[in-house]
């Protein structure tokens, strides 16, 4: 079944500089806010957590922020642009301590953390962004806000723990797998969506759309990122690839092969790696070829992109202009799986 959408304009542009072109002024007064928190740090880690802020890609998050809480008046900018540091903070956070756990050599085409300073004191850092991060949360007014982010972190940190740790149980289960993604990357791309529509006076009934909203967007940006783990060249990505399988993490591509894999082959196969064999992992590598993975994978992705489209037709009228660009957004991620299958 193909579940492409069908809704989003075609003349939409999928050039991720001209999404965000609209928000070139919010996102430079971002980085001279980021720039500043870190001079409020002890000076022994500024230089630490500024390596770490200068490395941290596309700021999705505070994006969502911002289109989420897009207004006429600027009255709501300052608090916008507070929530889209706390948001950037703690997802460099969950970035330093999960290269650690992975093992990643490279992230945004740099050094991690963990190989520049050494994974305990990349540990240490990543918990300075959690604790600067609810700081920050803690100066809102109300304390939905620091409630909000610390329970969202906390999810994020499960949904790590379930799947780094689930190797021994070989949880092949969809539903695991897509529960992992909604904590690991959907909790916050939603928790940015619903804060972003909350700091800026939306409804309730427009904070709740688009918090599915991000939830579903999220999941569809995990897909793809679990893709280019397996299938993308490691200079294109500027990331340590291939870390998942190295790390017993079934992401939807791996189960869809194990899926594809025929019965015998398939138990052979799970025998080889409960016993530990190494030439388990480069036995799968080789299967990679042989079954349509990134057609069947497209189809889960897909749904999750038409799933978050669907979330924005509840959002009230007077935020039609965040609809808009929540749709720019979105047919930018729908367009990188038909980019990457074509490289």
Request: with cysteine; charged share 25%; hydrophobic share 40%.
């Given at each position: 079944?193909?579940?492409?959408?069908?809704?989003?304009?075609?003349?939409?542009?999928?050039?991720?500089?001209?999404?965000?072109?609209?928000?070139?002024?919010?996102?430079?007064?971002?980085?001279?806010?980021?720039?500043?928190?870190?001079?409020?740090?002890?000076?022994?880690?500024?230089?630490?957590?500024?390596?770490?802020?200068?490395?941290?890609?596309?700021?999705?998050?505070?994006?969502?922020?911002?289109?989420?809480?897009?207004?006429?008046?600027?009255?709501?900018?300052?608090?916008?642009?507070?929530?889209?540091?706390?948001?950037?903070?703690?997802?460099?956070?969950?970035?330093?301590?999960?290269?650690?756990?992975?093992?990643?050599?490279?992230?945004?085409?740099?050094?991690?953390?963990?190989?520049?300073?050494?994974?305990?004191?990349?540990?240490?850092?990543?918990?300075?962004?959690?604790?600067?991060?609810?700081?920050?949360?803690?100066?809102?007014?109300?304390?939905?806000?620091?409630?909000?982010?610390?329970?969202?972190t906390s999810l994020v940190c499960t949904g790590e723990i379930s799947q780094t740790y689930a190797r021994e149980e070989l949880n092949f289960d969809r539903k695991h797998y897509y529960r992992v993604i909604e904590l690991k990357t959907g909790e916050l791309f939603a928790l940015a969506c619903r804060l972003g529509a909350k700091?800026?006076?939306?409804?309730?009934?427009?904070?709740?759309?688009?918090?599915?909203?991000?939830?579903?967007?999220?999941?569809?940006?995990?897909?793809?990122?679990?893709?280019?783990?397996?299938?993308?060249?490691?200079?294109?990505?500027?990331?340590?690839?291939?870390?998942?399988?190295?790390?017993?993490?079934?992401?939807?591509?791996?189960?869809?092969?194990?899926?594809?894999?025929?019965?015998?082959?398939?138990?052979?196969?799970?025998?080889?790696?409960?016993?530990?064999?190494?030439?388990?992992?480069?036995?799968?590598?080789?299967?990679?070829?042989?079954?349509?993975?990134?057609?069947?994978?497209?189809?889960?992705?897909?749904?999750?992109?038409?799933?978050?489209?669907?979330?924005?037709?509840?959002?009230?009228?007077?935020?039609?202009?965040?609809?808009?660009?929540?749709?720019?957004?979105?047919?930018?991620?729908?367009?990188?799986?038909?980019?990457?299958?074509?490289?």
């Amino acid at each position: 079944m193909n579940t492409k959408t069908n809704s989003m304009p075609a003349n939409m542009p999928t050039d991720f500089e001209a999404i965000v072109a609209p928000l070139k002024v919010y996102l430079a007064e971002l980085d001279d806010f980021l720039s500043a928190q870190v001079l409020l740090l002890e000076p022994e880690v500024q230089s630490q957590v500024r390596y770490v802020l200068s490395h941290s890609g596309k700021r999705l998050r505070p994006i969502l922020v911002a289109y989420s809480g897009w207004s006429e008046s600027p009255e709501h900018k300052e608090a916008l642009i507070r929530l889209g540091a706390i948001l950037e903070l703690v997802h460099l956070a969950t970035l330093v301590h999960d290269d650690i756990l992975d093992d990643a050599s490279l992230r945004h085409g740099h050094e991690t953390a963990a190989v520049k300073y050494g994974k305990d004191a990349a540990v240490l850092i990543g918990d300075i962004l959690f604790a600067h991060a609810l700081c920050l949360a803690s100066e809102f007014d109300t304390t939905e806000i620091c409630r909000a982010v610390a329970k969202s972190t906390s999810l994020v940190c499960t949904g790590e723990i379930s799947q780094t740790y689930a190797r021994e149980e070989l949880n092949f289960d969809r539903k695991h797998y897509y529960r992992v993604i909604e904590l690991k990357t959907g909790e916050l791309f939603a928790l940015a969506c619903r804060l972003g529509a909350k700091v800026s006076g939306k409804s309730e009934a427009t904070a709740s759309a688009l918090n599915d909203y991000g939830i579903h967007l999220g999941c569809a940006y995990q897909i793809f990122d679990d893709v280019v783990d397996l299938f993308a060249k490691e200079s294109k990505a500027g990331k340590t690839l291939g870390t998942d399988l190295a790390k017993g993490k079934f992401t939807l591509p791996l189960l869809i092969l194990l899926e594809s894999m025929p019965d015998k082959e398939r138990l052979e196969w799970i025998a080889s790696y409960k016993s530990g064999s190494e030439e388990s992992i480069g036995i799968l590598e080789a299967q990679l070829d042989q079954y349509p993975i990134l057609e069947k994978v497209e189809g889960s992705f897909n749904e999750a992109i038409l799933k978050a489209e669907q979330s924005l037709s509840s959002i009230d009228s007077d935020a039609i202009k965040t609809k808009e660009d929540l749709l720019q957004l979105l047919n930018f991620v729908s367009s990188q799986f038909a980019i990457f299958k074509s490289n």
